[in-house]
């Protein structure tokens, strides 16, 4: 019986803690309106990697034994048939290699000059999009540390507004918005940081199998057409 007395004092005389929790939507909220400015650029980010990611994917989609069909048909004269076998691939290889069957006859110079051109152009339609990725990797932190400085203004006009009677919830706003903008910032930074250096990796490998592909070609038109029969 007393231990259950005192149980009832210590319970009564302790004060009442309220468990305070907030899910992410609620936490977002509380970094004020550049967290909307976030969300925008997470949205662009994430679309634009997507967007990307499934051209690069399939511009390197060609079969391995495209360069060996080429070199036959070119060999055995069936010009026709091989520019059919190129218009089957939406390839930036397979739009190259046209563009040099296209000009056979002509002088060496003038069709690698006319594979580099439909290259570059190619190469430029793999990197569209890429720059606006990298300044949603660079921008994003900075957003983020804007919301850091205006809520630590924030917090110190509060301060200063309160006089002597200074109390930790005029503070709690304006802290709360400069952390969330700061974490939201370097999220959305770090996913396009990252993304960016993925595209960018495969555009560079892909630019790898253009440029060999070139080569190939350049070299299957200097072989004499008995060494293909030969073999």
Known sequence: MLFSLLQTEIAQAAPVQ????YSLIEMAAKGGWLM??????SILAIYIFGKKWWVINKAGKIDKDFLMDIRDYIHDGKIKSALTLCSKYDSPVARMIEAGIVRIGKPASDIQAAIENVGNVEVARLEKGLPYLATIAGGAPMIGFLGTVIGMIQAFFNMANAGNNIDITLLSGGIYTAMITTVGGLFVGIIAYFGYNFLTARVSSLVYSME????KFMDML??????????
């Open 222 to 231: 200097s072989e004499p057409a008995d060494q293909n029969n030969a073999q």
């Open 36 to 41: 909307l400015v976030l969300l925008l650029l």
């Open 212 to 215: 060999s592909a070139t080569i």
């Open 18 to 21: 309220q468990e305070m929790s």
